[in-house]
């Protein structure tokens, strides 16, 4: 994912630069937390952000899903792009907020817009950050602190 993907320092400058251009709403929260409304450019449709991203190998600045980013820099690791999505489980496209962003496979998330459209029950998909092993403070928003000195393993 370029520079969000490289050294500890990296990601720091990569969060720093999704919270330059997010704000805490006012109006979309999810199990007491507010929603992270990314301000920056969004696709036409409005549901979803751009942010663009040097990406290694690639001549010129990519565009890419800022929640994708922000889960690449929580998980530590790129998602895998013909596997992986990442679903919110507040309802907000634009959404940032990593407490918010929940792990899927492509073929869950896609079992699970058609319950929705059909008046099925949501899929629960689990949180992206485990807070049994990372240190999340509520109150501020930062990066997660992992808990022990392990590797987060792929739950697929």
Known sequence: MGDA?????SRVKMFERLMRHSRESDTYSFEGTPCWEWTSYRHQRGSRGRISVRVPGKKNPQGLFP?????ELVLGRP???DHETIEHACGIGWCINFLHLRLATRGDNTKDMWAR???GARIEFPPLVDEGRYIVDRFIRALPVLREEQ??????
Request: hydrophobic share 25%.
């Open 67 to 71: 929640h994708r980013v922000m889960a």
């Open 117 to 119: 459209r059909n008046g």
């Open 151 to 156: 590797p987060q393993e792929c739950p697929f």
């Open 5 to 9: 993907g490289a050294g500890n320092g």
């Open 79 to 81: 998602l895998d792009p």
